[in-house]
């Protein structure tokens, strides 16, 4: 049976912990949709702050609504629209600060107010992105993004 341990270190160690934690909890399973769940239902649970966070994967040239944990969300999303799009566009990591000041932000959730997204990048494919969402104004710093992206570099082990 899988535990959830305490996050009771630093950022860092916490970090690192979620990401031991994922790859316990995906090792063995194969199915991407699954995998992707339980990575949104664990990342929703280790971190404060946050509104939204899921998974948009790509089909057709387009950005589609996979795994999630919140509110009902924009099912389709084009590339190079939006934060989700732009990050999938570029195929890089994009944090905002204010959500409000980001041109052709998409408002899914009018709560949103920071956010921050990873792009799946595999063997050079783009297959969708990590979106997460805050209620608050410069929630996601560096140490996010480094930490994020890392976490996305092993789940792609398992998808």
């Known amino acids: 049976m899988f535990e959830v341990k305490e996050y009771s270190g630093d950022r860092i160690k916490n970090y690192e912990l979620v990401t031991k934690q994922m790859m316990a909890l995906l090792d063995g399973e194969t199915n991407q949709i699954a995998n992707l769940s ?17 998974f948009y994967l790509m089909e057709d040239n387009e950005l589609v609504l996979g795994p999630f944990q919140g509110l009902p969300a924009c099912v389709r999303i084009p590339v190079g ?21 980001f041109p052709g932000h998409i408002a899914c959730d009018a709560a949103s107010q920071s956010e921050i997204v990873i792009p799946l990048i595999k063997d050079g494919a783009l297959l969708g992105v990590l979106d997460i969402d805050s209620p608050e104004k410069n929630r996601f710093d560096e140490l996010d993004k480094e930490y994020l992206e890392k976490f996305v570099e092993k789940l792609l082990l398992y998808i």
């Open 38 to 54: 339980n990575a949104s239902a664990l990342l929703n649970q280790f971190l404060d702050r946050i509104n939204w966070i899921g």
């Open 81 to 101: 629209r939006g934060v989700c799009g732009t990050s999938a566009a570029n195929k890089e990591t994009i944090v905002v600060p204010d959500v409000h000041l």
